[in-house]
């Protein structure tokens, strides 16, 4: 699965639960390039977009490409969310939410070196056993779930403002 190292800027990849909590609209883009001088780099986007809807229903879309090393591996997925909120009172939301969508993983087998093509002196001179695969790609469907619950503190006065904290707990399960 790609990785975000900014997590919690991408709640509802990693939890479904997390859709529209905020209220109102949210669109969201993130680009990660891990390791940029090395060959075998990573690089992973994605971008989001959730609303609030009618009924305390969230609504909520992802999609996401991922490259890993110099493009054996392509990831790209795109997801749907729903989430409704069973408990919304001033201090305390519950949400559960749902994912599904579909991802394609593409290996590309010319790319890899295989140790029986090694040389101790030379290096890579020598062709490989391999035989490859007859496919090169696989699209399937993938779910997920996940609940949040946030307590917000009532604002207190400090000072000339107010203050309030907001504190969020969740957890999630993937690929159902």
């Not at 990660?32 to 990573?42: E, I, M």
């Not at 992973?44 to 890993?68: C, H, P, Q, R």
């Not at 409704?84 to 009172?89: G, K, M, N, Q, S």
Request: glycine share 10%; proline share 3%.
């Amino acid at each position: 699965d790609p990785n975000f190292s900014q997590f919690y800027n991408n709640p509802i990849y990693y939890n479904p639960g997390m859709t529209a909590i905020g209220n109102g609209f949210t669109l969201r883009s993130h680009a990660r390039s891990l390791w940029t001088p090395v060959p075998g780099k990573f690089d992973t986007y994605s971008v989001s977009f959730e609303a609030e809807a009618i009924n305390k229903v969230g609504l909520g879309v992802l999609a996401y490409s991922d490259v890993a090393g110099e493009g054996l591996l392509r990831t790209t997925g795109g997801n749907l969310y729903y989430s409704y909120r069973a408990v919304d009172t001033r201090n305390f939301i519950f949400q559960v939410g749902f994912s599904g969508g579909v991802i394609n993983k593409y290996v590309d087998w010319t790319k890899f070196t295989f140790s029986d093509q090694l040389d101790e002196v030379f290096g890579k001179i020598n062709n490989s056993a391999f035989i490859q695969p007859n496919f090169n790609t696989t699209t399937y469907a993938d779910f997920g779930s996940g609940f949040a619950l946030r307590f917000n503190n009532k604002s207190r006065k400090s000072g000339t403002s107010y203050k309030r904290s907001i504190v969020t707990f969740g957890g999630a399960v993937h690929h159902l």
